[in-house]
Nanobody, 120 residues
Framework: QVQLVESGGGLVQPGESLRLSCAAS????????MGWHRQAPGKQRELVAQ???????DYTDSVKGRFTISRDSAGNTVYLQMNSLKPEDTAVYYC??????????????WGHGTQVTVSS
């Protein structure tokens, strides 16, 4: 079993910041890519940012220069620092991890999501 626990969502005004965290635990041998996706009402889920075990990062164009993704030294926790938030960033944010379990199975794990609302 693999669990992803997210925290850090909330309600903020435009221009403010939030930091999301996601901790992975369970029967994990290794985690390659960890990332954040989001889904706004009436829209498809989209990739926001991801980081590989080696530290390479990728961002969707709309958040470049405002969001920063990082992982802790153990590689099991991923963070998303979100600055200069805009109303269009409002969505449920989901953590994702591409893991290899102790059974040698590659698995895409998802968190339950955390709500981010940007509104004045």
């Amino acid at each position: 079993q693999v669990q992803l626990v997210e925290s850090g969502g909330g309600l903020v005004q435009p221009g403010e910041s939030l930091r999301l965290s996601c901790a992975a635990s369970g029967s994990i041998i290794s985690i390659n890519v960890m990332g954040w996706h989001r889904q706004a009402p009436g829209k498809q889920r989209e990739l926001v940012a991801q980081v590989t075990r080696g530290g390479s990062t990728d961002y969707t164009d709309s958040v470049k220069g405002r969001f920063t993704i990082s992982r802790d030294s153990a590689g099991n926790t991923v963070y998303l620092q979100m600055n200069s938030l805009k109303p269009e960033d409002t969505a449920v944010y989901y953590c994702n991890a591409q893991v290899v379990t102790t059974f040698g199975i590659r698995h895409s794990a998802w968190g339950h999501g955390t709500q981010v609302t940007v509104s004045s």
